[in-house]
């Protein structure tokens, strides 16, 4: 077995936590590969609509060209309607790909973008900052007066600066929920890891979606969390992600620039606290 470049030792030494799910392996083989000590503390999972009846309605509607224009706020989002499809009406996937192709696709950000790309497609209109604040200021020059609007929603948020702006805009809107985030770890778990971080004993911890954040609010007191976050240096994936840190009053020292994924992710901690 051949020893591996110096480089890639890059957090040699350096413990992070992770509070992913659905990538969870991934992302941390890819912290591993570069010498990081890796605690895995998955906070949610990720789970299709408990009933998909809703869900199936809204794509019969789209199916049907109610809609104009379609935002999608997650690609997970995209994939969870492809998937409710094929386990429920699996006739309706073609028309759905071709209704796709014909309406106006809004995307918040590098992730649905690339489920479109997925199936051969592209955005219309890409928000420059991938949040909601992003998004409207997409489409704050447009006229959106009479258009019919497909919301994708973030797990179940409602979103309502969102549904404020577009029907405040004279736009009518018709949301769907194609997931639900779940609790994972047990507050056990969750605890462990707070009194690790409290003793000095985590590097960094990296979160990578908002559900994560607000578990981790959740399980404890606000003052034991920030006691545990002050000792402990915070990544997050993105901009989202660090606003709902900033909402409990916590900072993300350590974050892409640009794009907004696990490897740039990975690449922000190593510059911040890599071996040269």
Same mark, same amino acid.
């Given at each position: 077995?051949?020893?591996?470049?110096?480089?890639?030792?890059?957090?040699?030494?350096?413990?992070?936590?992770?509070?992913?799910?659905?990538?969870?392996?991934?992302?941390?083989?890819?912290?591993?590969?570069? %010498? =990081?000590? $890796?605690?895995?503390?998955?906070?949610?999972?990720?789970? /299709?609509?408990? @009933?998909?009846?809703? &869900? +199936?309605?809204?794509?019969?509607?789209?199916?049907?060209?109610?809609?104009?224009?379609?935002?999608?706020?997650?690609?997970?989002?995209?994939?969870?309607?492809?998937?409710?499809?094929?386990?429920?009406?699996?006739?309706?996937?073609?028309?759905?790909?071709?209704?796709?192709?014909?309406?106006?696709?809004?995307?918040?950000?590098?992730?649905?973008?690339?489920?479109?790309?997925?199936?051969?497609?592209?955005?219309?209109?890409?928000?420059?900052?991938?949040?909601?604040?992003?998004?409207?200021?997409?489409?704050?020059?447009?006229?959106?007066?009479?258009?019919?609007?497909?919301?994708?929603?973030?797990?179940?948020?409602?979103?309502?600066?969102?549904?404020?702006?577009?029907?405040?805009? %004279? =736009?009518? $809107?018709?949301?769907?929920?194609?997931?639900?985030?779940? /609790?994972?770890? @047990?507050?056990?778990? &969750? +605890?462990?890891?707070?009194?690790?971080?409290?003793?000095?004993?985590?590097?960094?911890?990296?979160?990578?979606?908002?559900?994560?954040?607000?578990?981790?609010?959740?399980?404890?007191?606000?003052?034991?969390?920030?006691?545990?976050?002050?000792?402990?240096?915070?990544?997050?994936?993105?901009?989202?992600?660090?606003?709902?840190?900033?909402?409990?009053?916590?900072?993300?020292?350590?974050?892409?620039?640009?794009?907004?994924?696990?490897?740039?992710?990975?690449?922000?901690?190593?510059?911040?606290?890599?071996?040269?």
């Amino acid at each position: 077995m051949s020893t591996p470049p110096l480089e890639s030792r890059s957090l040699e030494g350096r413990t992070i936590a992770i509070a992913e799910t659905r990538e969870l392996d991934v992302f941390a083989a890819m912290l591993e590969r570069r %010498g =990081a000590a $890796v605690v895995r503390c998955p906070l949610v999972s990720i789970l /299709d609509a408990p @009933d998909p009846a809703p &869900v +199936l309605r809204w794509i019969q509607q789209f199916n049907d060209g109610a809609f104009d224009d379609l935002i999608l706020l997650t690609g997970e989002g995209l994939r969870r309607l492809l998937a409710c499809i094929d386990r429920n009406a699996a006739h309706l996937r073609p028309a759905f790909v071709a209704r796709l192709d014909e309406v106006r696709k809004i995307t918040r950000g590098p992730k649905p973008a690339r489920a479109l790309r997925e199936l051969g497609l592209k955005p219309d209109i890409a928000a420059e900052v991938p949040t909601t604040a992003g998004v409207i200021a997409a489409l704050q020059p447009l006229s959106l007066t009479g258009r019919r609007f497909g919301v994708q929603l973030y797990g179940t948020e409602p979103n309502l600066p969102l549904m404020e702006f577009l029907t405040s805009a %004279g =736009a009518s $809107v018709t949301t769907v929920a194609p997931y639900v985030y779940a /609790d994972k770890a @047990d507050n056990v778990a &969750v +605890l462990a890891l707070l009194e690790r971080m409290t003793a000095g004993e985590v590097d960094v911890i990296a979160f990578t979606s908002t559900p994560q954040v607000e578990r981790l609010f959740a399980v404890a007191a606000p003052d034991q969390v920030m006691a545990a976050l002050q000792r402990t240096q915070i990544a997050a994936v993105g901009p989202v992600v660090a606003e709902a840190l900033a909402r409990h009053g916590a900072a993300a020292r350590l974050m892409p620039q640009e794009s907004f994924f696990m490897k740039p992710l990975t690449s922000a901690m190593e510059e911040a606290l890599g071996k040269g």
